[in-house]
């Protein structure tokens, strides 16, 4: 049974339960936060303070300019934008390579999606939207890495598509620290239920990279398979993939079951599909068969144990499926 977990390395914005350290002085009890530490190595950052701006300190502002983002203090009338900038770059130094960053939301600069951007600091009006200075350099220096803010994390949607993409992404890093033909096939096999949930036919195209019919070198087929690895997870499952895969999986054990024991399996995941059961409901009923008849293969599965069970939660922050 899939009960091994890596530790993911995750960015994490200090304020969110680390340091009181935002502009008030305060910091953010973050209940998600909390329950990642004892799975997950959090490495805790904040841009702001660690430029020296100081704590606490007048808020700073995101506004768009000639030459680009730029960060103004409006109370001291300063720019900061470049000694922020060179705290920023030395953090991505430090930390070449992690599996994904759970950052702040709304914040000029840990913010992802929601940071307001001003024209300038003579002009107060909001421009729009976007990402922080820190936030929009996270997107890129670690695309297709698990990157969201613990706003949007209070959809269980999102936050299930962050930790199965986190815990997924820590376990290709450690196999790719030594990569072997053999690891990346079984690595694809494991993934098999997952993927195939994920998006079929991005598993397929992963599934000619480890056929590695070119006898590529096992580094260069890992490189490859990151590639492709990184669009399947791209977006949250989608429920009519993850239906097909829950019936394929119920395939592996259904003719060891009475007709009235498939059909309690088979109602249980159309409760699923009317969103009344969560997924986690269906995967632990086909898991409890699986371990009933022994079942190797599907015990093998990343699917029905994706993350530590201790990180599974059903609150939400009533968005429900539309959220993507
Ligand atoms: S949002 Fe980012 S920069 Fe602001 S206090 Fe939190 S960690 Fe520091």
Redesign the pocket.
Known sequence: MNNHFPRPKILV???LGFAA???DGQILKNGFVDQLKDHVDLIA?????DCGLGIPRAPIRLCRSDQGLVVYQPATGQEVTAQLQATINAILADHPQVDGAL??SK?P??GLFDTKIYRGIEKPQPLGKGAGL?GHQVFRRYAGTAIEDEMRLTNQILREHFLIKMFTLARFRLLCEQPTMGALVAFHANHKLLFLAYNQSRFRLAGKIVANHERLPAAEVAQNYRLELARILEAPMRIPGVINTLFHALGWVSQHLGTEEKHHVINTIEEYRDERLPLQAVTRLIEAHALRFANNYLLSQVFLRPYPRALAGLHDSGRGRAVR
């Open positions: 914005s200090r304020c350290c935002r502009y950052v904040c841009p702001e303070t950052l702040k914040s600069s840990c820190f």
